[in-house]
């Protein structure tokens, strides 16, 4: 089954409107031969296998997303061959991209890519500016975009493209250079899916593992993790893997649910892995491996925190937050919140006073202006925030206060200014100041729903379907525009959306909208 895995020929699932799923197949690879007076091209996969393709008069052709004409492509380009059921061939797409986009030796390769290198030392990179993990840079939730949009009802957001076919699951998206990044599922497997952020075209998909299913969706819930020209991508059923974002090669792959003895959660992992440094940081729940730390290079085990009452996983995703000195990474067990020690894995403190037996789902939210930490959860529960207190290569924590106005189920918050925004069960979005505990104002907005933040304001998504564009204003409630998300599925809108290259992204099952959100 492993290495069945490893093939990125796939057959996928395209949904049309009124009708059942209909296969279809795709291939490829990097462009090894082509004939443009007959139509002819010969495609090599990442797995080694080869296969020509006549192109028919009928099939469309792309180039970099664009209409465009045979004779435009070369050996060394990247292609796409679309196919239906029959094997009739629809489409050939076409596209340059950093490991193909030379057809010159690997030597030269490398040379050309150093010398990009020294051109660049010193400019800052547009990587750290994207959207690279799950909640951002920092997994602050906040985006570094702006010239956006800040009245919907005067510039209302233009759909640019959507894209089909990603199958099921939660998967909110990544973002790196001129590739989007999600998880979905196709036949029986669970599959990392690269997107062109220009195009909304599928550039590649990569097998992770075997289908997760339940009742309240199948497939993904977690959203690959971008750390320069790979990604870690971890599946509903432990599924672990590093591939290359270039075309989705498999680097290693193991599943964290077997190799530390830990049983799956009721609705599926959830976590979005943590890169620090040379470390890959994941929460288990084995025995004494309520955290551990991978070597992020080939997977090996670096660490395991063996955390008292060997807490089970629960649905957040870890943090990094240093108090004092000392460097150390926060996650929300079953069981309650946690810290543990960077470098060694060393349990430093735990609370449970916002923690429910059921499902603890949304990322803890560092607030530094006074070295807290506020975390929460639904079920009828809170929020609480905690006070870390350094001492002697130690943190303890206390509790500063707990609030009932902050039952966040699933939806994220965010902390601008020392004020925490959020959705509270049973769809209250509220404002709270992390000074006093103080609940500042509440709306019903959209309802219930998950949120992010840019450019001052609050991009309030329901899982409903519906959108609001929300100030971050720590005085009152002010709205600047709705829309209705088309096309809504009929499972609820849980992915978190994401603000980055003036574009706002909305995941919806088989769907990926994409919406240019910048100023007229």
């Not at 030392?121 to 990587?127: N, Y």
């Not at 966040?408 to 069960?425: A, C, I, P, Q, T």
């Not at 978190?496 to 919406?515: E, M, S, T």
Request: net charge positive; proline share 5%.
């Amino acid at each position: 089954m492993r290495s069945k895995r490893l093939f990125s020929l796939t057959v996928c699932l395209l949904f049309t409107f009124g009708v059942a799923k209909v296969e279809a197949a795709i291939f490829s690879g990097s462009i090894t031969s082509l004939s443009a007076a007959q139509k002819q091209v010969t495609i090599k996969s990442t797995q080694g296998k080869e296969k020509s393709f006549s192109i028919p008069d009928s099939a469309s052709t792309t180039y970099n997303g664009k209409k465009s004409q045979f004779d435009q492509f070369k050996v060394g380009q990247r292609a796409t061959v679309f196919t239906t059921a029959s094997g009739t061939i629809t489409r050939l797409s076409v596209r340059d991209v950093i490991a193909s986009k030379s057809s010159g030796t690997v030597s030269q390769l490398k040379k050309e890519m150093k010398a990009k290198k020294r051109a660049n030392v010193g400019k800052p990179s547009p990587v750290s500016q994207q959207w690279t993990q799950f909640r951002g840079p920092g997994r602050t939730n906040i985006s570094t975009e702006t010239g956006l949009s800040k009245d919907w009802n005067q510039s209302p957001p233009k759909l640019l493209w959507t894209a089909r076919g990603l199958g099921e699951g939660y998967s909110s998206v990544s973002l790196s250079g001129n590739l989007v990044f999600t998880m979905g599922t196709k036949a029986n497997e669970e599959v990392v899916i690269a997107i062109d952020v220009n195009t909304g075209e599928i550039v590649w998909t990569q097998p992770n593992g075997s289908v997760f299913k339940d009742g309240q969706g199948n497939g993904p819930r977690s959203t690959p993790t971008v750390d320069g020209d790979v990604l870690y991508a971890l599946g509903a059923s432990g599924d672990l893997s590093r591939m290359s974002t270039r075309n989705g090669s498999m680097e290693w792959t193991k599943n964290i649910l077997q190799d530390f003895g830990a049983s799956n959660i009721v609705w599926g992992i959830s976590e979005s892995p943590l890169i620090d440094g040379d470390k890959l940081i994941c929460s288990p729940g084995g025995q004494g491996a309520a955290m551990v730390a991978l070597n992020k290079q080939n997977g090996s085990t670096i660490w395991k925190a063996a955390v008292p009452g060997n807490p089970k996983a629960a649905y957040s995703s870890p943090i990094k937050v240093t108090v004092g000195g000392v460097q150390q990474y926060v996650n929300f067990t079953h069981d309650g919140i946690m810290g543990v020690e960077a470098q060694s894995g060393t349990p430093l403190w735990g609370n449970n006073r916002a923690a429910n037996k059921t499902a603890n789902c949304s990322a803890p939210i560092f607030f530094p202006g006074n070295n807290s930490i506020f975390y929460a959860s639904g079920y009828g529960t809170g929020g609480a925030l905690l006070r870390l207190t350094p001492a002697q290569n130690r943190v303890s924590a206390q509790l500063g206060f707990f609030t009932q106005d902050m039952k966040n189920h699933h939806g994220g918050m965010v902390e601008v200014d020392g004020f925490l925004y959020g959705s509270s069960d049973p769809g209250v979005l509220t404002c709270i100041n992390l000074t006093n505990g103080e609940t500042v104002w509440q709306n019903r907005s959209v309802g219930k729903g998950a949120l992010t933040c840019a450019n001052g304001h609050i991009y309030m998504r329901s899982e409903a379907g519906p959108l609001a564009l929300v100030e971050v204003n720590p005085k009152a409630y002010v709205e600047k525009g709705r829309f209705d998300q088309p096309e809504r599925s009929g499972k609820p809108a849980w992915p978190h959306p994401v603000v980055a290259d003036g574009k706002l992204f909305l995941r919806d099952q088989d769907l990926l909208l994409c919406y240019d959100v910048k100023a007229n």
